[in-house]
């Protein structure tokens, strides 16, 4: 484990924090007016090895030698010349910290870090992180990389990542529905069911690669959630004529995969973000990478009991409700995750490619991705087919 002090003084900025791999989802901005929850898990941290955040390049001012240095293979609108290694923490897991009132950048309903470092260590007044907790952006404290140290501590009680194995027994699954509320919204008001953020996040990423892995012709994917997921964008963005390559669901606790199968979705460890990896024929298969807790509710779809349950509870029963509520429009993948990923895919050179990139406003017109400029429509249309209407929505201007 480790605490992150301030690089001036050295005084302690944090908790003891447990690193693990960045989320998918770490810099979604998701819908507009939203409240999005914290973004960490208390007592983790994160690194983002790419520069992030203030200030920021556009395309047109970047050197092509310095683009391809950075692995980016596809124009993209602005890049960060921030410095890289930037820490993500729980907002609860920081300590000795103050607000800087004048760096204040945000205030649509909170902070958003546009205005660089908004927190400042309280022992010597040097800018050290900022706090994030504007709407639709997930909460969290990011810690600028040049202004703190990271120092081991409790290294006696430092244990090694969990195995695939233990993590399958976890069954720590992510949802792919959930409540979402609008800002400021009391309890019981202005809530509708909608597609988990995590797996529209989880689902951008997995998309690129499976273009990628695709080769230009069509994909298939198993049947049910992961159909529903994945094959309406597949079968929209590649072409219907050559012989489809076959995408499967791989992993701990799954069947072998067959030496027909393409294309393996397969989990990220939660902890260093490795893909999980076949042995024998499979592991030439192009390997897809999904955040540990969706593949799981993929994998192994948590039960549910249709009809309350009398007496004592089964063994095994986690609960005697009906299912969470589905939405009521298809699903759609997060466009900027999509983007972030596949302009550093190599594949990305392939005028196929270049031309899905190219034409992402349209598919975002066919739903194929929401939208992500002004108010996202699909929040509006979900709360009123449940015949209420959304409060607090606004439009960010940046």
């Excluded at 607000?99 to 546009?114: Q, T, V």
């Excluded at 593949?295 to 039960?303: I, V």
Aim: glycine share 10%; hydrophobic share 40%; with cysteine.
């Amino acid at each position: 484990m480790f605490v992150f002090v301030c690089a001036g003084c050295g005084a302690r900025l944090t908790t003891p924090l447990f690193q693990v791999a960045l989320p998918a989802h770490a810099h979604q901005k998701y819908g507009n007016g939203l409240q999005l929850p914290v973004l960490m898990e208390s007592g983790t941290f994160a690194v983002e090895p790419e520069p992030w955040g203030p200030p920021w390049r556009t395309w047109e001012a970047i050197d092509p030698d310095e683009v391809a240095a950075r692995g980016i293979h596809a124009p993209v609108h602005a890049l960060s010349d921030g410095a890289p290694g930037a820490i993500v923490i729980a907002p609860g897991d920081a300590r000795g910290t103050l607000l800087i009132p004048e760096k204040g950048g945000g205030y649509c309903c909170g902070l958003d870090g546009a205005d660089g470092p908004n927190m400042a260590c309280e022992a010597c007044g040097l800018p050290v992180a900022s706090r994030i907790d504007d709407c639709s952006l997930w909460q969290a404290v990011w810690l600028a990389p040049g202004a703190v140290h990271r120092h081991p501590v409790d290294t006696d009680t430092d244990t090694p990542p969990l195995s695939w194995a233990e993590l399958t027994a976890e069954g720590k699954g992510t949802p792919p529905f959930e409540p979402i509320a609008a800002w400021g919204s009391r309890p019981g008001l202005h809530h509708w069911w909608s597609w988990s953020p995590k797996w529209e996040a989880a689902a951008g990423r997995a998309l690129a690669h499976l273009l990628a892995a695709s080769e230009g012709r069509p994909v298939t994917v198993p049947d049910g959630l992961i159909e529903e997921v994945f094959q309406r964008a597949l079968d929209a963005l590649l072409p219907a004529g050559p012989p489809p390559r076959r995408a499967v669901l791989a992993g701990p606790g799954r069947p072998a995969p067959d030496t027909e199968a393409d294309i393996l979705l397969v989990p990220a460890h939660p902890q260093t973000g490795e893909a999980w990896t076949p042995a024998g024929p499979a592991a030439s298969a192009y390997p897809v990478p999904l955040p540990f807790g969706v593949w799981l509710w993929l994998a192994f779809p948590e039960p549910y009991l249709p009809v309350p349950a009398s007496g004592g509870m089964p063994d095994g029963v986690l609960r005697d409700g009906p299912p969470a509520p589905r939405p009521h429009h298809a699903f759609r993948v997060d466009p900027e995750v999509f983007r972030h990923t596949l302009v550093r895919l190599p594949a990305v050179r392939s005028p196929w490619l270049r031309e899905i990139l190219g034409n992402l406003t349209q598919h975002m017109r066919a739903r194929l991705f929401w939208a992500v400029a002004g108010r996202r429509p699909r929040a509006a249309e979900d709360v009123r087919q449940l015949g209420r209407e959304p409060a607090g929505l606004c439009i960010k201007v940046r």
